[in-house]
């Protein structure tokens, strides 16, 4: 619950860093120099290793500068559902780039690439002792619409790869230290991303 | 171009979710647990003849006990060092007796009592260099198993195992993957000890707090998980084995004290009466939180140190006092917060207890209300197990991952470090 709280904190600290940059002047027809921040909501979906559906939902902040009209970069975070296992919940943290096709015009197609850690947590109690994230990246395309001024909305969709390692004990009632399951996770999901630029 | 562009991007995102089954996480998973395989002993084997080998150096200690000058040192299941410790100081190694499934000993009038494996020894220490065995009392501890081909079955030796096997993602938090012959270590071991406190004559020696070995009078008490075994000594050099009692799962030490035995288990401290020394009966029991729990008893207070661990089940660590003037009611005086306290030992007002990897503590007990704010020195830098405190001299005898280590405590406000006699790893 600490840790929840924690992350949540981080991304309202996220938010409020983006918000006090977005008071910095837009150019209207150059991107170039410009700053951006993202508020997206994903759902991914995948299946365990057994065939099992394993779906979730996510939330991330990104904030980020436009080194041309076409190329962009930034840092993301938030917390994210791979599916319902104590190894498969993460906060990531990723830097990320993308380019931006026909940026002129009122809907425009992208896409974007992202690289980082996704770091996982457990639960008090259960049969895991531990959990460990890992690296994890990401390649999504998508579009987006203009609103007004500097207002986007864009979805897009991808792939998301994300490691991941768990301890769990081996029978539950044998506590012995020397007697657990170690297992080390390739997470793949299909990655739909909604979000608002602003 | 926008409702196309829409409309592709949907068609896209339905097929990829219809497909969802094609992408599959991965995972390579790795077992790893204890496999014990059974151990086996010919009775030929066994029952070899023993000899006092020349001295070697401590590899794995177990179990302590002085007598007189002398300090016994357990080599985990393969016999006793003897050591000439007249000058704590300088110890002097002078031979390995070497006995098959040793684990624990006691000794009264010259008379050293050795457990070998089912077997329980007696030998004659008039010479310690050279003890003689005088006696073999067979079958009287417990037997782990016994094969027509093989014989005794009289351990089960773990091994740490690692290997692959299929990742099968656990849907809950229970589950089952097989592999190895489980079987808890304590069941495996049949261990005895002695302790201090009896109404004893002075030839006999003293033991730790762990112990599981003890004597009285003319009678050697020993116990097993589960039972309380008797064995009359009014002839030395021929014990013979009087009774057995049944206490209960979970039995871990012994204790003399005065004209009663107490009996620590995981969930409580179990008061025998010896008013029939070869048939003790039991005369109340306290009980306590499910924990493992050495027992040392002195001016009718009982010290009872509890900690968590993997076989005992439990997550409190704490030092219990408990009143045992009246043995038919036992009465909790007071609790005290510990770090993970094992084996003790109480010389006048002074409680020693060993506090694991944080050494060896010192306690003013005077007021057994206020132990726990009266300590009075600390040992950091080793690894504590048991303890044995002396009298006189002033000694304290210690065990632990490093070995024995030896401290005058003429000061106990600031322990003096004697002698170091280590282990072999170390």
């Known amino acids: ?80 559902w791979l599916g319902n296992r104590p190894y498969q919940r993460f906060a990531p943290a990723v830097v990320e780039g993308a380019w931006l096709l026909r940026t002129g015009q009122r809907w425009s197609p992208y896409v974007l690439g992202s690289l980082g850690y996704g770091f996982a947590w457990k639960d008090a109690g259960g049969a895991y002792r531990s959990v460990r994230g890992g690296s994890r990246w990401n390649v999504q395309a998508g579009i987006t619409r203009k609103l007004g001024g500097h207002h986007q909305l864009l979805a897009d969709f991808g792939l998301l790869e994300q490691h991941a390692e768990a301890k769990r004990d081996n029978f539950w009632w044998w506590g012995g230290q020397d007697n657990y399951v170690h297992e080390s996770f390739r997470l793949h999901r299909w990655r739909l991303r909604l979000g608002w630029v602003f | 171009m926008a409702k ?249 030490t012994i204790f003399p004290y005065q004209d009663y035995l107490f009996i620590g288990s995981r969930t409580g401290m179990y008061i025998y009466g010896l008013k029939d020394p070869l048939h003790p009966v039991q005369l109340s029991v306290f009980q306590h939180a499910n924990a493992c729990d050495p027992v040392f008893v002195h001016n009718d207070k009982a010290y009872i140190t509890l900690r968590n661990g993997t076989t005992c089940e439990n997550f409190t660590n704490q030092l219990e006092v408990v009143d045992v003037q009246d043995l038919f009611k036992p009465v909790l005086l007071s609790v005290h917060p510990m770090h993970h306290p094992i084996g003790l030992s109480v010389v006048d007002d002074l409680l020693f207890i060993c506090e694991d990897d944080q050494g060896l503590k010192v306690f003013d007990a005077s007021d057994s209300g206020k132990i726990g704010d009266r300590l009075l020195s600390q040992v950091k830098e080793i690894q504590a197990t048991d303890v044995i405190a002396l009298e006189k001299p002033r000694v304290a005898i210690v065990t632990g991952e490093k070995g024995i280590v030896q401290y005058d405590f003429s000061d106990p406000t600031k322990l003096r470090l004697l002698s170091t006699i280590p282990n072999g790893n170390n």
């Open chain 1, 1 to 80: 619950m600490a840790f929840f709280k924690q992350m949540i904190l981080l991304c309202l600290l996220n938010l409020g860093v983006s918000l006090s940059l977005s008071g910095q002047p837009n150019q209207e027809s150059a991107y170039s120099g410009s700053w951006y921040r993202r508020i997206s909501l994903t759902a991914a979906a995948g299946s365990s290793s057994n065939g099992i559906l394993k779906k979730g939902p996510g939330a991330e902040l990104a904030i980020g500068r436009h080194l041309s009209e076409k190329i962009q970069i930034g840092v993301a975070g938030g917390l994210e």
């Open chain 2, 4 to 252: 196309s562009t829409v409309f592709l991007f949907a068609l896209a995102l339905g097929m990829v979710f219809l497909t969802t089954s094609c992408l599959k996480d991965s995972c390579d998973a790795t077992q790893v647990y204890v496999r014990y395989d059974p151990k086996y002993i010919q009775p030929a084997a066994l029952r070899a003849k023993i000899v006092m080998d020349a001295p070697q150096a401590v590899t794995q200690a177990g179990k302590i006990y002085v007598y007189g000058q002398y300090l016994f040192i357990n080599e985990l299941k393969e016999g006793i060092h003897i050591y000439d410790n007249q000058n704590p100081a300088q110890p002097l190694n002078i031979g390995f007796l070497k006995i098959p499934g040793n684990v624990d000993m006691a000794v009264r009038n010259g008379i050293l009592y050795a457990d070998s494996y089912v077997d329980l020894l007696a030998f004659n220490l008039d010479n310690p260099a050279a003890p003689v065995l005088v006696n073999r009392l067979e079958n009287v501890f417990p037997q782990l198993g016994w094969d027509d081909v093989r014989g005794y079955l009289v351990d089960y030796i773990p091994s740490k195992v690692e290997e692959q096997i299929p990742c099968n993602e656990a849907e809950d938090d229970i589950v089952f993957i097989g592999g190895g012959i489980w079987v808890r270590r304590e069941i495996a071991l049949t261990t005895l000890s002695a302790g201090l406190g009896g109404k004893a004559p002075s030839t006999v020696g003293i033991g730790g707090s762990t112990a599981r070995f003890t004597l009285n009078e003319d009678n050697l008490y020993t116990v097993s998980d589960y039972d309380l075994k008797v064995f009359d000594l009014s002839n030395p050099l021929a014990p013979r084995h009087a009774s057995t009692v049944s206490i209960g799962w979970g039995i871990e």
